[in-house]
């Protein structure tokens, strides 16, 4: 039986992913200060919470989430992070959103209180957001980062 892993303390997640905020949104990027998407947000929390990142992330098309019967982020996430029922999740969870109905899930943020999360947004870049009825119904999948 594997032993499950030691999950990093929420707060120093959410004090690095604000420290993202109002970083310009760039398709691919995962620089603080200088560009990210949402994925690019997620891989950088990543690298300062826990360490190098375990595997490269491929380039992708815009519409990469919309095409295939595969949850690719839900399946990365799996690799190297906790699942918790998106009921669950807590401040400092990541999150994945559908953003069509029976879509797979193309969108990630990081909850930062109960009703509020940040993410990246084209033409907005780094957020941090209310989590309104209509996001909240997006999430799809929630993990927890492990402690580096």
Known sequence: MTQPLALADPA????IARSWLGT???????????GCDCLGLARGVWREV?????????????????????????EGARRMMTEVPPAEAGPGALVLFR??????????GILTGSNSFIHARERLGVIEEPLTSSWRRRIAFAFLFPQG
Do not use: N
């Open 99 to 108: 953003m069509k109905l029976r879509a797979t899930p193309k969108h990630v």
């Open 24 to 34: 310009p949104y760039h398709d691919q990027a995962s620089l603080r200060g200088v």
């Open 50 to 74: 826990v360490g190098p990142e375990p595997f490269p992330i491929p380039p992708y098309c815009r519409d990469w989430g919309e095409t295939g019967p595969r949850e690719v982020l839900a």
């Open 12 to 15: 120093r997640v959410i004090a």
